[in-house]
């Protein structure tokens, strides 16, 4: 999938190990930890993509790309901490290990840590792309957690929310590519919503995933979000249309939930038409973001933007 920029991976594996760091050795301990527990890198990957054949100076377009990703740790350490999260991609989190304080304030400063990298090398307009999508992303969090536990939402709702929390940050990554490149403005903008319908089409998978994957395949426990409230598509459309609508609303407003609620409410949620459903918006949504891809993208480079969204449509884990 990511064979066109995988030197450029390799590359940003280096980096990452480097930046992080310090002469306070617990921040480069959990640093360490965050970076060696590996993930997709999908976000600086699809930069990457984005700036292919376009440029061949690494240290104008490399910091960007830390810096992404600098960004998607800190929300994961500062989501892991907010959910109370023993494990993720089945190995333990940094707030098992180190506790909340800590991990915390590793956030911070992994985020001042991008912004750091970044601050005399890209454009203000980067730099506006960079800050709006993390106010988006807190926006999205903020909206996410006042809505737990509430059973009247609508697909809208939820929509709004993935895209506030998820295809932001991927549409920005894109879009962060072009304008690193400089590609005129109407190719940078179809990056950007190539970005933006992957994010929101990753992130229904990702919800789908959570009632139908393994804890092995995911590395976290099976319907977590259920079991903290988060009321994702495939349960809106259960709501929606399951003989029982009755019981799961009232399972999904129950707090501190048993497993036996969960197993019933996941059960109510498969006697239904939700995972089909779901993964139907998920193809609208890779089917445009195929459709968007720039023309003059060709060949090995638009086999691998093709890919990916293959990618986020097969994904188990």
């Not at 240290?59 to 999260?85: F, G, S, Y």
């Not at 400089?182 to 089409?201: D, F, H, N, Q, V």
């Amino acid at each position: 999938m990511f064979d066109v920029v995988k030197s450029d991976l390799m590359l940003l594996e280096t980096e990452l190990l480097s930046v992080i760091h310090s002469p306070e050795k617990l921040i480069t301990d959990i640093s360490k930890h965050l970076v060696e527990a590996g993930g997709k890198r999908l976000r600086p990957a699809l930069y990457f993509m984005c700036t292919k054949g376009r440029v061949t100076d690494m240290e104008k377009i490399m910091p960007m790309a830390v810096a992404i990703e600098l960004i998607h740790m800190a929300t994961l350490v500062h989501d892991d901490v907010i959910d109370n999260a023993a494990t993720r991609r089945g190995k333990a989190t940094a707030n098992s290990c180190w506790g909340n304080h800590s991990s915390v304030l590793i956030g911070d400063y992994l985020f001042a840590k991008a912004f750091s990298l970044v601050a005399n090398k890209v454009s203000n307009e980067m730099l506006k792309v960079l800050t709006d999508v993390i106010c988006s992303m807190c926006e999205g969090e903020i909206n996410q957690n006042r809505s737990t536990f509430h059973a009247d939402q609508k697909e809208s709702d939820y929509l709004g929310r993935i895209e506030q929390k998820t295809a932001n940050f991927i549409a920005a990554s894109c879009e962060l590519g072009g304008l690193a490149v400089g590609l005129p403005i109407e190719e940078t903008k179809a990056l950007r919503e190539y970005g933006y319908s992957l994010g929101m089409a990753f992130q229904i998978t990702d919800d789908i995933l959570d009632v139908t994957a393994s804890s092995e395949q995911i590395g976290k426990p099976v319907g977590n979000d259920l079991r903290q409230g988060i009321v994702t598509l495939p349960i809106i459309y259960a709501l929606e249309h399951s003989l029982h609508k009755d019981e799961l609303h009232e399972i999904v407003q129950t707090k501190n939930m048993s497993e036996e609620k969960i197993k019933r409410g996941l059960t109510i949620l498969h006697e239904t038409d939700a995972i089909e459903y779901s993964y139907s918006r998920v193809a609208d949504y890779l089917k445009y973001a195929r459709e968007v891809i720039p023309a003059n993208i060709v060949g090995d480079h638009r086999e691998a933007f093709i890919a990916v969204a293959d990618f986020v449509g097969l994904r188990n884990y």
